[in-house]
């Protein structure tokens, strides 16, 4: 709007003469300062759209019965006794209003005090004392964009964001919106809202707050919205986040306290108003170039999001009562909860650590104890694509509301997810047959291969694992060679290990391998994995499935590839990791990521087998297959193309190979790295080259007290082995790498 027009305006309707008119920023109307020959500032708001008149007219109404001991902005009315006036000329249409001018320091531009952090939690407070005395039918009625609430409207807006890792976290801080404050608000202390209060509609100095501006927000909604909002401009600018915005919510608690309830959602009320944030800026980006205060705070909001996702909801929980004083949740101690288990299940079932974990919950790449420390998981590659990834737990959620039932009956589903699945697969794989887990889908190709062949006898690796079955136990060297196993069975044949380091050996070994393969007549199948995780992550010898292949083959045995490891797009380079040896098993064996930590399972084969199998004793799993573990595993195989994760796992594998390497030139004690992708293993030993099971142990305990974990594996236990979800990136290698430096520079003391 031309500045000689607005002047006339004001004079016309408001009896403003303005001698000085100062444009504002503003995110979607056109703001202006003017002031009069009387010296008075004012706030002149102008609106193009004409629907808005009703709304207006309500809020400087709330506004004019709004007092507190700090400035807020009047709205003037005009010379018709009106507060906002509707202009319809030549030269502007839309509405106008005036507002008192109210003076100070943005808190952006401010250098705040923790004193400062409490006074706007206290004035917070009275805000909302004043507010709770005003009612409004039309701003309880209002949808506006920016209300928390509006979580569906957001989730349409993540396209926008640019950054992958920046998205999932958006979409897994919605859900956890939508499910733990959604379904609760109800029960949540509410009114009317400023709905807005962030670092340029705060007004403060060193020694408090000292004005609110710009209600054009306003709505109604829990007051723990308004506060949350607070607390994340207070803090998104400092490193010490959960300080910050605790000085904020104890001024706040100190004037009006908040139920346990209340104290616990504000972790997710929080990071939704950056979610908010990042999905409108990122939508006004695109959509209105031209706007530069549309992505004023995008950097500071990613950052806090991020370090958000990684502190996690415990941590912030009890942080938060332990500043307002308020009682937390009472938890029994990681070994109370162990003795407590050991009530009910046996010993044999053991935990992973010396100090066990008692954790809470988990999200993407961390989990959570019941303490509130956050782990870093560099070890879990059964959340294949993250712990409760957000697209994963939307699928199971909207399948089990619609139909879980066995696979007697017909339903879209099933026949949906098998042709994805298949597709991945080379073409001559083309029938699936779905089970609960690995250990069930190496039973089951065992018994495909017995039946299809009319033979028993299986080979295998040395130091291989394929399941917990008596089936599984029989065809792993891994347990039947165990101290306390069952010994090797007759029907048994074990392979050597070959990996790259017996290359020079291998034409002069292979001879002898071949001939054992031949005198083996009984042989059904030969089963392995590509790369062999309990073996201490070993890649077998490029070349020598091959040749086994070959000769299982022409025995009339079948050949059967284990990804349950390293499947899914986990090596970097290839879909399976069989297809790094150049070769095409007759069957697949996937399970642990293929539901992301759903148990499923699959045998995946060639249609000749699966024909001659349908001849024998039926096969049937009431659910293997079930609609609830199509959508998982369905949602999976989307998550992982959408977030080009395979990729992903490729670059990121290298670079966290590269780490290694070179922690290897400074610690003598990594006799070897070896993996692909985001399948890492690292070989220690001691000076005389002898397998280090002592420092393993170590290293891994002290990894897990510094916040990070990892496990060991290996025919002796010295192998460090890593296996983290596929949305791994490369600060988490980073960390890794600064701890397990951490980790053997201690041990060498």
Known sequence: MNSEYLKSYLANYFDLTALKVEELNGYDNKNFRI????????????????????????????????????????????RNEQWVERIDDTHFKGLIRVLTYV????????????????????????????????????????????????????????????????RRAVHYFIQCFEQYVLTQKEDLPSGLIHNDLNE??????????????????????????????????????????????????????????????????????MAMRLCASLCNSAEAKVTQPENEYAGVSEDRATKMLLSWLEK????????????????????????????????????????????????????????????????????????????????????AQKQLLKLNTNTRYLYDELAAYAQDLLSYFPPRLNKVFFVNSGSEASDLAIRIARFCSDKKGIAVVEHGYHGHTQTGIEISDYKFNHPKGIGQADHIVKLPLLAEQDRPHFSNRWPEIQKQLEQSTD????ISESILGCAGQVPLLDGYLPKIYEQIRKGGG???????????GRVGTHFWAFQQQNVIPDMVVIGKPMGNGHPMGAVVCTEELADTFSEGVEFFSSFGGNPVSCVIGKAVLEVIAEEDLQQQALYNGNYYLKCLDELKQIHRSIHEIRGSGLFVGVDLRDASGKEDTKAAHFTKNFLRNKGVLISTDGPLNNVLKSKPPMCFTKENIDRVISTLDLALREYQK
């Not at 809020?59 to 007092?67: A, F, M, N, P, V």
């Not at 039309?138 to 992958?164: T, Y």
């Not at 042989?523 to 030969?526: K, N």
């Open 200 to 269: 340029y509609n705060l007004l403060a100095d060193t020694q408090g707050l000292t004005g609110i501006i710009d209600f054009g927000d306003i709505a109604y909604g829990p007051r723990i919205y308004d506060l949350a909002i607070a607390m994340v401009y207070i803090a998104y600018d400092k490193e010490d986040y959960l300080s910050w915005s605790a000085a904020l919510l104890k001024g706040y608690f100190d004037k009006a306290p908040l139920s346990q309830l209340e104290l616990e959602l504000l972790y997710y009320v």
């Open 523 to 526: 042989l059904a199948a030969f």
């Open 103 to 166: 003076a100070g320091s943005f808190l952006a531009d401010t250098s705040p005090s923790l004193q400062t952090a409490n006074s706007i939690g206290q004035q917070t407070a009275f805000l909302h004392q004043k507010l709770s005395t005003i009612q409004s039918g039309i701003i309880s009625q209002r949808h506006w964009n920016w209300h928390l609430n509006a979580s569906k409207l957001l989730k349409s807006k993540m396209h926008f964001i640019v950054d992958l890792e920046v």
């Open 35 to 78: 002031q009069t020959e009387q010296g008075v500032q004012f706030i002149v708001k102008t609106y193009t759209d004409t629907n808005l008149i009703t709304l207006l007219e309500e809020e400087s109404r709330i506004l004019s019965e709004l007092q507190l001991t700090i400035d807020l902005p009047v709205p003037r009315k005009s």
């Open 558 to 568: 079948y050949c059967i590839a284990d990804e349950v490891q390293t499947g899914f």
């Open 312 to 395: 996690g909801p415990i941590k912030a929980f009890e942080h938060y009562t332990n500043a307002t004083s308020s009682a937390s949740s009472s938890s029994l101690s990681a070994n109370e909860k162990l003795e407590e288990r050991h009530k009910f299940l046996s010993k044999s079932l053991s935990v992973s650590y010396e100090q066990p974990l008692y954790l809470k919950r988990a999200a993407l790449q961390y989990m959570y104890d019941h303490k509130g420390t956050t782990f870093l998981d560099a070890y879990n590659n059964i959340p294949h694509v993250g712990h409760n990834h957000p697209k994963v737990v939307e699928a």
